[in-house]
């Protein structure tokens, strides 16, 4: 059944940032479903199991009528998250989410340092504007969940990066390095870090997790490690189609909120019921199970454990959707991984000369 529900409400968003996970051609998509039409599906999905509900975008805080879709979640009985880069945010509608019983907040940063910060997120106000409202969220209640999206640019900072979160009195801190999908994988050439970058910030956070242990500080540091240095794949979403089903602005259904990209016909909200498009539709059933896995794949005793990898992952960088991910040294396209590796070493590639995502690059890139 599906445990977790991620309403993706807009891709419209002030921000620019260059890793974001969202469609290439989200400029080009079609109209976002209304209020009640979200209504629809949360009450549908919720009556199928679903327990969490996740609001994402774009920035869902463009949304007016994201307080009616929390309170909406509450009355169902959703574990409510919102997620969101705290631009557009103000003390009012904190106050406002949680009368209509918001359970979480989470407050995304580029970087530890303004500069870098509002360079990555074009905005010159983005970063005064999360360390305001970080402090507004802790504040109203709320435990403090920020994420900081990390790459070559600014991992090296890492250790500024959890003193700040320290300093903000955070909860829990994800260091998320880079996953490339969307807007990542087209400027992967300027956001993959090296190895070396990688092992030094996972061992300064080690360092860290061990004082702020001895301090008795509850903070808790989770360090997320890009595919591209393992040498298996991650068990994506735990199963096509196990327990995580995304709806988009448009009211697409996805297993994954990557999985637009393939070649597959995935069914909408406003066409079908949720469990038709659980159960039945084609989308959510083409990677199901293990009976579509070639070789290396369909002999191999780990297929229980990570499902053959990302089906993503593996359309984008082999062109086939049903090929192993080539994350995984069993793959025979795992040299385009150790090739990437190669490339980040010597990469020279600044901020600024990668690709933005807004609706200018977004709909030049639709249009070929």
């Known amino acids: 059944m599906p445990l977790w529900l991620l ?7 002030p921000l620019q940032c260059p890793y974001c996970s969202n469609p290439l051609d989200f400029a080009e998509q079609g109209k976002e479903l209304s209020t009640e039409q979200w209504f629809k599906v949360m009450a549908e999905a919720r009556e199928m199991g679903a327990a969490q509900l996740g609001f994402s975008g774009g920035e869902p805080l463009v949304r007016q009528d994201l307080a009616e879709l929390i309170g909406e979640g509450r009355r169902l009985g959703y574990y409510t ?13 904190i106050a406002d ?19 870098v910060n509002n360079l990555l997120a074009g905005s010159k106000k983005a970063f005064a504007q999360k360390l305001e409202m970080a402090r507004a969220v802790k504040a109203h209640g709320y435990p403090m969940v920020l994420n900081f999206v990390t790459h070559r640019h600014n991992i090296d ?8 979160c320290i300093a903000l009195e955070a909860d829990f801190v994800e260091l998320a390095t880079c996953q490339f999908y969307g807007w990542a994988h087209l400027n992967r050439a300027g956001l993959l870090p090296t190895r070396a970058q990688l092992e030094r910030a996972e061992r300064i956070t080690n360092e860290y997790r061990d004082k702020l242990q001895a301090a008795g500080n509850p903070c808790k540091l989770i360090f997320v490690t890009p595919d591209y240095y393992e040498e298996r794949p991650k068990g994506c979403m735990n199963g096509w189609g196990s327990i995580f089903l995304t709806v988009t602005p448009d009211g697409t259904a996805l297993p994954c909120h990557g999985a637009r990209q393939l070649p597959v016909q995935f069914p909408n909200v406003r066409e079908h019921s949720m469990q038709h498009i659980w159960y039945d539709s084609f989308g959510f059933n083409r990677f199901r199970g293990y009976d579509w896995m070639p070789e290396p794949c369909r ?6 454990k990570d499902f053959g990898g990302c089906r993503c992952q593996a359309f984008m960088l082999t062109g086939d959707a049903s090929n192993a991910d080539p994350v995984c040294a069993k793959s025979a396209d795992h040299g385009i991984i150790l090739a ?16 933005f995502r807004n609706d200018r690059n977004s709909r030049l890139i639709a249009r070929g």
């Open 299 to 304: 002999s191999c005793d780990e297929k229980e």
């Open 81 to 93: 998250n919102l997620i969101t880069s705290g631009i557009g945010l103000t003390e009012q509608k």
């Open 157 to 164: 900072k890492i250790d500024r990066i959890i003193e700040l």
């Open 7 to 13: 309403a993706e409400l807009t891709y419209r968003c």
């Open 97 to 115: 989410f949680k009368r209509a019983g918001l359970d979480h907040i989470q407050i995304s940063f580029q970087a530890s340092d303004e500069q």
């Open 340 to 355: 990437a590796r190669e490339e980040a070493e010597t990469a020279s590639q600044t901020i600024d000369q990668m690709t």
